[in-house]
T-cell receptor
Framework: DVKVTQSSRYLVKRTGEKVFLECVQD?????MFWYRQDPGLGLRLIYF???????EKGDIPEGYSVSREKKERFSLILESASTNQTSMYLC???????????FGQGTRLTVV | KNEVEQSPQNLTAQEGEFITINCSYS?????LHWLQQHPGGGIVSLFM???GKKKHGRLIATINIQEKHSSLHITASHPRDSAVYIC????????????FGEGTRLMVKP
């Protein structure tokens, strides 16, 4: 069965901490995505990657960076966490041209 | 105005009822997706369609490209159908980029 795995379901961090959210997919997909989901706003794209070491900004990249050193792993980094980054974070992957995305189970991050 | 609009935002139904969730979009698309998100967060893809109609069990999805509209129907609804249903559209030819609606929160009462 296809799998996208996020490293944590729930995370509580302090303001100013550096936070790493990890995502691993086992489907050899080229494309990987990080979204955040907030009430009333739906899912919004933070960053995506279409190949190893490649990254593109999404709609709301400010305050975030990403790393893709291996094809199966896509990391989202909050350099200095702030309370307005409290949200549900979802990772997804897809194979080029197939149109279908597979999602992880989500990480609910609270920044206090 | 969002590029993808869903209605209703919230829906409460009795077990066994027929349910319809609507999605309208304002941009050209290469495909439309219906996703299901259960409490706890994980998202599952239900359908991906670019024309016509698809059926899977008690779920039916339809799309009218000319009217830029899609519907998700649930027949004989059950409490386990309670979830958030999200409409998303692929806006690029490769199908990689998704634009999402805000979701419809469905509760089915026994």
């Amino acid at each position: 069965d296809v799998k996208v795995t996020q490293s944590s379901r729930y995370l509580v961090k302090r303001t100013g901490e550096k936070v790493f959210l990890e995502c691993v997919q086992d489907m050899d997909h080229e494309n990987m995505f990080w979204y955040r989901q907030d009430p009333g706003l739906g899912l919004r794209l933070i960053y995506f990657s279409y190949d190893v070491k490649m990254k593109e900004k999404g709609d709301i990249p400010e305050g975030y960076s990403v790393s893709r050193e291996k094809k199966e792993r896509f990391s989202l980094i909050l350099e200095s966490a702030s309370t307005n980054q409290t949200s549900m974070y979802l990772c997804a992957s897809s194979s080029e041209g197939t149109f279908k995305a597979f999602f992880g189970q989500g990480t609910r991050l609270t920044v206090v | 105005k969002n590029e993808v609009e869903q209605s209703p935002q919230n829906l409460t139904a009795q077990e066994g009822e027929f349910i319809t969730i609507n999605c309208s979009y304002s941009v050209g698309i290469s495909a439309l997706h219906w996703l299901q998100q259960h409490p706890g967060g994980g998202i599952v893809s239900l359908f991906m369609l670019s024309s016509g109609k698809k059926k899977h069990g008690r779920l039916i999805a339809t799309i009218n490209i000319q009217e830029k509209h899609s519907s998700l129907h649930i027949t004989a609804s059950h409490p386990r159908d309670s979830a958030v249903y999200i409409c998303a559209v692929s806006i690029d030819n490769a199908g990689n980029m998704l634009t999402f609606g805000e979701g419809t929160r469905l509760m089915v009462k026994p």
